[in-house]
């Protein structure tokens, strides 16, 4: 388990989300329209509301194609239970397809998938102890890259590094019935351009790594941890990460903004975004219900937050 210390209030709730999600009810897509509780989280901001997914994790945009894509965990995210799905969202907020990628059809594994990255046309997804690689114009599976030999336990969040590398978190947790479990290692690996595996960096300095993002202009990976309070900073080579800023902890996602700048999920003071302006955070959106791995639509200037376990999709004009 997880020291009691690292185990705050706020993540203890996320996981009781994250549990509870997999059995709540069934919800429609709707049409986008913003839902009558955005008043109270800064409702000028929000654009759309969208319901009807289930455990929703990460949203990516994929901009070729002028979609985001939400990958649905649809129950425990430990279970191998191949009931996992990507939906595809319209900028407007309509539905264009929610089970685009359907575990369990059409030669599709896909258990319960959690971040994303593109590399061409190809769409890499982390799913516990693979990354799965699929045609990201047709939904159809390439093939997958299986790290259960290196004894993966939850593989988290993807990012692609500007020498095309994918980087993957292994948060090295387990979600149980009775809670979570953290048997380890804490671990980033790395798929290189050529397919070969190797662990980029490990430890338990890393405390649970959870979102991730390349960060071209340092030439490095940012991480944020679940159990941990800091921001962290790898680049490739080092043995450990560096601490960027002290935050308040339970992270989940992390994105990159111009100049340095990068916004950030999770927190322990509740669900909300932050904006790190190169030399504080900041929120920018508050009194969210566990917000996951975040995305950005970078040419509308959107800031896209998977609630995980509303099973919605919020999307917010992000401040200037």
């Given at each position: 388990?997880l ?80 009931n ?16 685009f ?9 896909l ?31 390439l093939?997958s ?22 980087y ?24 290189a ?34 159990a941990?309070a ?67 639509d ?10 995980l ?12």
């Open positions: 388990m020291p009691t210390k690292r185990m705050s209030g706020s993540m203890l709730v996320a996981i009781v989300a994250l549990v509870s999600a997999a059995c709540g009810k069934k919800e429609r897509p709707n049409t986008g329209a913003a839902d009558s509780t955005a008043g109270s989280r800064m409702a000028d901001s929000v654009i759309a509301t969208v319901s009807g997914f289930e455990t929703p994790e990460s949203v990516f945009d994929d901009v070729a194609r002028d979609v985001y894509l939400v990958s649905n965990i649809n129950g425990n995210p430990s279970a191998k239970d191949n996992g799905f990507i939906a595809r969202l319209r900028p407007d907020g309509t539905v264009d397809s929610l089970h990628i359907q575990g369990g059809r059409g030669g599709v594994t258990n319960a998938p959690k971040g994303m990255a593109l590399t061409g046309d190809s769409l890499w997804v982390a799913d516990i102890d693979a990354l799965r690689i699929f045609d990201v114009t047709t939904g159809r599976a093939g890259v299986d790290f259960a030999s290196r004894h993966a336990v939850f593989l988290n969040d993807v990012a692609r590094a500007s020498d095309g590398s994918i993957v978190t292994d948060s090295g947790i387990r979600i149980t019935a009775t809670g979570l479990e953290h048997p380890g290692p804490d671990r980033v690996f790395r798929v351009p050529d397919g070969a595996v190797t662990v980029a960096v490990q430890g338990a300095a890393l405390e649970g790594p959870n979102g991730i993002t390349w960060d071209s202009a340092g030439n490095r990976l940012l991480i944020v941890p679940l941990g800091d921001i962290l900073a790898w680049s490739p080579g080092d043995s450990a990460p560096s601490v960027l800023i002290h935050g308040s902890g339970d992270f989940d996602g992390v994105e990159m903004l111009r100049g340095g700048h990068f916004v950030v999920s999770g927190g322990e003071s509740g669900g909300a975004v932050y904006l790190y302006d190169g030399k504080t955070l900041r929120a920018i959106a508050t009194g969210l219900t566990s917000p996951a791995d975040i995305g950005l970078r040419k509308r200037h959107r800031l896209l937050i998977p609630l376990s509303d099973n919605k999709v919020e999307i917010r004009l992000l401040p200037r």
